[in-house]
């Protein structure tokens, strides 16, 4: 947050959604190099879901989405100043998103509120999103709970405005500044196994084209493969997206993906890069919750009409991902165990 720096199913996605670590973690500089596709730049980190590039090309890391809170840490990626440096007190975040002078931030801890902060230092809650939710529930809900919300993925718009992807609302809102509230968008359940699986919308980001795109977990029963990106209107009202008919400002972008954490898009050649929770999907990934061994995370490179997987078996529990417009990845992982920022060869 460059602000920062001058100072589904109902028990399943539930476990995977609200699961918090518990270890003690520190922050560190780490081993050099993982294998020759995959750096390492810090390890120890506590849950770094969060993470987001600053005007300047620099990264934000927001920590303590499922585990004990840390600081926000600006990692400057050139200079003498290379490396990471703590620009807040601890908090518990489970998105971050800058854009111009202004950062973002979703609170992990209840009640879940969307903070702001600007250029001199000052951040500010905007709006109770747990409260605000509550009062306004989902028309299209099929586990029982209309009412509850799970902010997931965050992005900022060039005009100041944040938009916020609920999990568990299943749709995408535009807060303002002053906390004013549009809903964007709904995401209406698929019928898939002839059970009507809710979207679950993880992750949110801005594309070369201005659209907002939107990329689904995809609820119970937890279908490989049939995780969508959907490409979205950011100042739309109301809009539908749905499999069987988009329509406001919505409209299908990608699919045949599995469970979606984060996406972020290449802003020079348009390349779609994709973080999946692992290759066989919710199921796999919830048994390392028993295990402590969790599967690997899959991160997709989406161009030209080919997929490639990169940094095969180096990633796991996934967490953001983000691409400077040098074309350089970086990404989160071990959100619930030790968490990490790593470069990946793109």
Known sequence: ??????????????????VVATSALVVGAAPAVARPDAVVLLEGLSSPKGLALEADQNLA?????????????????????RGAQPVSDPVGLMDVASAGDTGWGITSDEPRTLLRADEAGNIEPVLNITEYQAAHPDPNDVNGDPEG???????????GDALIADAQHNDLLR?????????VARFLPEMIEGIPAEAVPTTVTIGPDGSAY???????PFEPGTSRIW?????????????????????????????IADIAFNSHNGALYVYELAAEGVIAFEEGFGTGDFPDAVLLKVHGGRQTELAAG???????????????????DGIFTGGRLLQVRG
Do not use: W
């Open 149 to 159: 919300s799970n902010p997931y993925g965050l992005a900022a718009l060039p005009n």
């Open 231 to 259: 490409r979205i209107d950011p100042y739309a009202v109301d809009a539908t997206c749905s499999a069987s008919g988009a329509s406001g400002g919505c409209s299908p972008y990608a699919s045949g993906f599995t469970a």
């Open 1 to 18: 947050m460059s602000s920062l720096h001058s100072t589904s199913s109902p028990a399943r996605i539930a476990a995977i959604l609200a």
């Open 314 to 332: 180096q990633l796991s529990e996934p967490g953001g991902v983000v691409v400077a417009r040098d074309g350089t990845v970086f990404v989160t």
């Open 214 to 220: 939107v990329g689904e977990l995809k609820g119970y």
């Open 175 to 183: 807060v303002s500044p002053d906390g004013d509230v549009t809903l």
């Open 61 to 81: 890391i927001g920590q303590g989405a499922f585990g004990p809170p840390g600081p926000v840490l600006y990692y400057a990626r050139h200079g003498r100043d």
